[in-house]
């Protein structure tokens, strides 16, 4: 094992002896760092530690010298850049490499426990145990471990065993378990692991998903000079890209670095860890536990009402209610951090639920003189307030973030605009993290192009999109269904001839329609030119905040 692959906290592993040694070492360095809580319990009756049924990193120990020791992985592991090719270090001695900066602590011994005996032996020396993402035990299935995507085309399922998951195997799972929230959610005390259930019609449990949580620290270097701007920031992102982990660790660099009264309201102890007492990965932030998950936005509300936090954050934003509640926050004059799904910021401005996060949308209908300055239609759908997140940051992979400054992004796509962003990358090479600013569907591979189906590359130009041979009747029937769409959800007044013009773009962007369908949006006299004026392609630094 080389001495520059694995670190424990400086702690040099390549020196010990033997495996057994290596092992206790170990054991007795993750127990001086506090890495395995007091709330971890065990079921060997030579223990001293009460309470079952897990088993402590001692009684584990004896499990781990039987089977392979050498695929034993720290509890704590600062990754170093990966070996060379000619280098004699095994793949597997290299945990989990995020970058040269990044920290991965794992308690996944914890998790493990709640597995089937075969399935745990398995994983505990599996090659690839460093990068499990989850662990899915469906009744009548073969259980199933699925790995991170780490950039290599390697991620996916892996069926851990060829008999099906059991009835008894849920059953013993539970009970290692215990009782689940509202939300169907439940925790391993002292660890950040998550299992989520399954429950059929009886509300009888029938499946299991066991979420590896790790705290990750280094991430926080992708977004540390805007943090500082003491702005809110909301994260976007697809399930599983590092949401949650990422405000996790900005909670402890806010509480424990920036010294602020952090307050973290945690909807299932996904961010502080299951238990009374809170993770050491949220540092010094303070967490206020949800009883019911339909109750959060009235948590958010105590939290600052009771507690006089400088920052709140919120994982999993939504509901209306949370929205409302977020702004309220931030109206009081409090720093917001918080999550939401969506992979773009195109997708929370369609969201009636969550649209007022960044400020709201709504139809306004303007005099004769406006529309034809403007050269558009005279309803047009705009930006109803001032956005609950000034920054919106889109987490399209693990080390590759699109940063928005929210009411300028949102101004431009609703007048067909391409909004400038920072488009924030790690180098593969340095890990240092680059900065790039950019028209919003410039991207390198031109995923963004796709996505939103532009056909200019200029910056801060209007969206060009023709019919091109299309039908004229199925131009007519997604003019009609637009109509009655935004009749119903009383967005636009109810006047059918406001909305004749078939150059709807603005109307069927939030209704939801390919753009492409459409007819370019005519300008003064008829010309192709769109909006103008309501964008300022000078775009103010985030250095300025």
């Not at 929205?323 to 009081?332: F, K, P, Q, T, Y």
């Not at 959800?489 to 369908?517: C, H, I, N, T, W």
């Amino acid at each position: 094992m080389a001495q520059s692959a694995v670190l424990l906290s400086g702690f040099n592993v390549s020196s010990l002896g033997t495996a057994s040694q290596r092992i206790k070492s170990l054991r007795r360095k993750t127990r001086e760092l506090g890495l395995f809580q007091g709330g971890s319990v065990c079921r060997e009756p030579s223990c001293t530690r009460d309470s079952p049924p897990l088993k402590c990193h001692a009684a584990l120990l004896p499990e781990l010298e039987r089977e392979q020791p050498r695929n034993y992985r720290p509890t704590a592991v600062a990754v170093a850049p990966p070996p060379k090719k000619d280098s004699a270090v095994p793949a597997r001695d290299v945990d989990l490499v995020e970058g040269g900066a990044v920290i991965v602590r794992d308690d996944l011994d914890m998790l493990l426990q709640v597995l089937p005996s075969d399935i745990r032996n398995k994983l505990l020396r599996h090659g690839r145990r460093a990068e499990l993402l989850e662990v899915v035990l469906d009744l009548g299935r073969r259980p199933e471990a699925r790995f991170l995507d780490l950039g290599n085309g390697q991620g996916g399922g892996e069926y851990l065993r060829d008999e099906e998951v059991t009835r008894a195997d849920l059953i013993a799972a539970q009970e290692a378990v215990g009782d689940f929230g509202g939300d169907n959610r439940a925790g391993v005390e002292g660890t950040l692991h998550r299992i989520s259930a399954i429950r059929n019609r009886r509300e009888d449990v029938v499946g299991l998903t066991c979420r590896v949580g790790r705290a990750v620290t280094g991430h926080i270097d992708m977004v540390r000079d805007i943090l500082s701007s003491q702005q809110g920031i909301l994260f976007l992102g697809r399930p599983g890209v590092g949401k949650t982990t990422v405000i996790r660790e900005m909670a402890r660099v806010l509480a424990d670095d920036f010294h602020k009264r952090v307050v973290i309201v945690d909807t299932s102890n996904e961010i502080g860890g299951d238990g009374d007492v809170p993770h050491p990965a949220i540092g010094g932030a303070r967490r206020m536990q949800v009883r019911d998950p339909s109750q959060q936005h009235r948590v958010m509300i105590e939290a600052v009402e009771n507690h006089m936090p400088e920052v709140v954050i919120v994982d999993e934003i939504g509901t209306e209610a949370e929205a409302l509640a977020c702004r309220s926050i931030a109206e009081r004059g409090v720093q917001l951090v918080g999550t939401a799904h969506g992979q773009m910021l195109e997708n929370l401005i369609k969201n009636p639920t969550l649209s007022d996060l960044v400020g709201g949308i709504q139809s306004v209908t303007l005099g004769d003189e406006e529309a034809r300055n403007r050269g558009t239609q005279k309803s047009v759908l705009e930006r109803k307030g001032p956005p609950t997140f000034p920054l919106v940051v889109e987490m399209r992979e693990r080390n590759n973030w699109v940063v928005h400054q929210t009411d300028r992004s949102v101004d431009a796509l609703l007048h067909g605009k391409r909004p400038t962003v920072e488009m924030r990358t790690r180098d593969a090479k340095t890990f240092e993290v680059v900065v790039d600013r950019r028209s919003y569907d410039s991207w390198g591979n031109g995923k963004l192009d796709h996505e939103f189906d532009y056909a200019s590359a200029t910056e801060g130009s209007t969206m060009m999109n023709t019919l091109r041979g299309r039908q004229a009747s199925r131009q007519s029937n997604l003019l009609e269904s637009t109509y009655e769409w935004a009749v119903k959800m009383g967005k636009v007044p109810a006047d059918r001839e406001a909305f004749g013009d078939p150059s709807m773009d603005d109307l069927m962007a939030a209704a939801g329609y390919d753009q492409a369908y459409h007819s370019p949006t005519p300008g003064k006299r008829g010309s192709r030119r769109g909006s103008r004026g309501s964008f300022n392609s000078s775009y103010r630094p985030y250095e300025e905040f």
